[in-house]
């Protein structure tokens, strides 16, 4: 109970430093004119958003920063109060953070102004990042490798965890980049994903990391302040792959990597229908399955508005994150 306690309260203190600084960011990234840029083929109703401040993980991305340091510095000096092992996502949430930065800011004044870095040279890059992450869980963090529902020992994978774990790294980082595409839809489903698999590490005694998903999910939280609709802020790549590469790497430090699809279904769901829009279109040769994706556009172009998409994707979300817990206490 104790450890609970204070995974909630390090959440109210990483919300409280997102929203204090929140206000400033906002008027220094509209000073330096980093706005989003709105694609003419997207829904119409999405044209007034264009130049709406973007790169908001930064908002995220600092305070969970700040306290994880400063908790890591009170062990050091004897303070029994954050572990070592969180180390390992929060510099994962660094590493994709700054991709995502580059990403955004290539899109914005760079050389592919409007598409951002080729898809090619982000996936390579992302994959290099996730292989030497998955070592590290392996053979130096020595995370159990992989829960079976109503089994109390993991299961060793052997030398295949390495690139099944980089599988799952580079996939989650792009689903939520998929889903990031309405107001308050991406930061509502990681904050859930994050609540959820910090419910699980508690459940398992990984204390530590349970602290670290909580702060997470405050300063998700604080970020959900400027972006609830209509969106002051959007966190743009920045936050939308380091959000998904993060949550990777906790749900693989639990062993608990078979509940992520369940826990984070909407943007599995929105990765297939992007897959399953593209290979239907190809097969049938111009036809599409759905009137658009990712899959929350498709709900837009059928009447949905921005508000019910978002609110109705967050339920469901919400009853599958509640149905990994419950996978997980099987």
């Avoid at 991305?61 to 954050?82: C, Y």
């Avoid at 392996?138 to 079976?148: R, S």
């Avoid at 970020?223 to 936050?239: C, Q, R, Y």
């Avoid at 993060?246 to 909407?266: D, K, S």
Wanted: glycine fraction near 10%.
């Amino acid at each position: 109970m104790k450890e609970a306690s204070l995974a909630l309260a390090l959440s109210t203190l990483s919300f409280m430093m997102a929203v204090i600084w929140g206000g400033p960011l906002i008027r220094l990234l509209r000073h330096f004119k980093i706005g989003k840029l709105i694609r003419i083929e997207g829904p119409g109703t999405h044209l007034p958003k264009m130049g709406t401040p973007t790169m908001g993980g930064v908002m995220i991305i600092l305070p969970v920063t700040l306290i994880t340091v400063l908790l890591n510095a009170a062990s050091f000096m004897g303070v029994d109060v954050l572990g070592r092992s969180v180390l390992v996502p929060l510099i994962v949430m660094l590493i994709y953070g700054l991709l995502g930065m580059i990403d955004d800011w290539e899109g914005i004044r760079g050389r592919r102004r409007g598409l951002g870095m080729r898809a090619r040279t982000k996936f390579i890059i992302q994959s290099i990042f996730a292989f030497g992450v998955a070592i590290v869980l392996k053979y130096i963090l020595q995370v159990p490798e992989m829960f079976w529902p109503s089994t109390a020992e993991p299961f060793s994978l052997g030398i295949w965890y390495i690139p099944l774990a980089a599988l799952i790294i580079v996939s989650s980082s792009n689903a939520v980049n998929f889903t990031d595409g309405l107001d308050g839809l991406a930061g509502l489903i990681s904050a859930t994903a994050f609540a959820a698999y910090g419910g699980i590490a508690i459940l398992q005694g990984q204390t530590f990391l349970a602290r670290f998903c909580f702060s997470l999910v405050g300063a998700i939280f604080g970020f959900l302040w400027f972006n609830v609709h209509p969106a002051e802020l959007f966190m743009g790549d920045t936050g939308a792959l380091s959000l998904g590469a993060t949550l990777a790497v906790i749900a693989l430090m639990t062993g608990q990597w078979l509940l992520l699809p369940i826990v984070f279904i909407v943007p599995v769901s929105e990765v297939l229908s992007v897959i399953l829009q593209i290979g239907y279109f190809r097969i049938t040769k111009g036809k599409r399955l759905f009137k658009m994706a990712p899959l929350h556009h498709h709900f837009e172009l059928g009447g949905w508005s921005e508000t019910q998409v978002v609110q109705r994707f967050w339920l469901v979300s919400l009853l599958f994150a509640i149905l990994g817990i419950a996978l997980a206490l099987v």
